[in-house]
């Protein structure tokens, strides 16, 4: 069973900030949270993950609450490519990732 | 320059038949996986190898045997397809690192047993 939970919907303006949210309560010490999308059944696209720390890279922001419970994943600038089922999941070393039901995040021109 | 990918894309097969999908990476990865989005889009591992050996093997039916023939590719063979299996499935592989073990995936194979 997914660890995570996040919203089952969402809707951006194009050119705005999208920012994803998931709890993880339960989340371990050593458990790392990835975010994940899915472009209209295509492969699953990693973007970003962390332990405890902000990341950035090209495509997202993560940010992860100090207790490590909750993080947000921020599109800067969301674009119409951006529609996509994404996944927050918490995973440790090489263990299998487990796949929710992710957020639909919609974005409109 | 593909980084992981699949044959075929798309496979359409009468029930009873016996089909193979093969999985490549060229990311030097240690560990492999397939796994399985049926039609509510629940995406659910089935296996997982490293290095040849199989560590993961979800309750997934006998008649599905994965074969890694070296570290680079995984292949997913299927005895006896029912309806049940049409699906999706989906390769990936893992690397190793401090910072965690991202794993990359293929774009899928369609399957659809008739």
């Known amino acids: 069973d997914a660890k995570t939970t996040q919203p089952p919907s969402m809707d951006c303006a194009e050119g705005r900030a999208a920012n994803l949210p998931c709890n993880h309560s339960?989340?371990?010490?050593?458990?790392?949270v990835y975010w994940y999308r899915q472009i209209h059944s295509q492969g699953p696209q990693y973007i970003i993950h962390g332990l405890k720390n902000n990341e950035t890279n090209e495509m997202a922001s993560l940010i992860i609450t100090e207790d490590r419970k909750s993080s947000t994943l921020i599109l800067p600038h969301a674009t119409l490519r951006d529609t996509a089922v994404y996944y927050c999941?918490?995973?440790?070393?090489?263990?299998?990732?487990?796949f929710g039901q992710g957020t639909r995040l919609t974005i409109n021109p | 320059d593909t980084a992981v990918s699949q044959t075929p894309k798309y496979l359409v097969t009468q029930m009873g038949n016996d089909k193979s999908i093969k999985c490549e990476q060229n990311l030097g990865h240690d560990t492999m996986y397939w796994y399985k989005q049926d039609s509510k889009k629940f995406l659910k591992i089935m296996f997982s190898y490293n290095n040849k050996e199989l560590i993961i093997n979800e309750t997934v039916p006998n008649r599905f045997s994965p074969k890694s023939p070296d570290k680079a590719h995984l292949n997913l063979h299927i005895n006896s397809l029912e309806l049940g299996d049409s699906a999706v499935y989906f390769c990936?592989?893992?690397?190793?690192?401090?910072?965690?073990?991202?794993?990359?995936f293929g774009p899928g194979t369609r399957l659809l047993v008739l």
């Open positions: 339960t989340i371990s010490g050593n458990e790392y």
């Open positions: 990936a592989s893992s690397g190793s690192g401090s910072r965690g073990e991202t794993q990359y």
């Open positions: 999941i918490v995973k440790q070393g090489a263990q299998k990732l487990v």
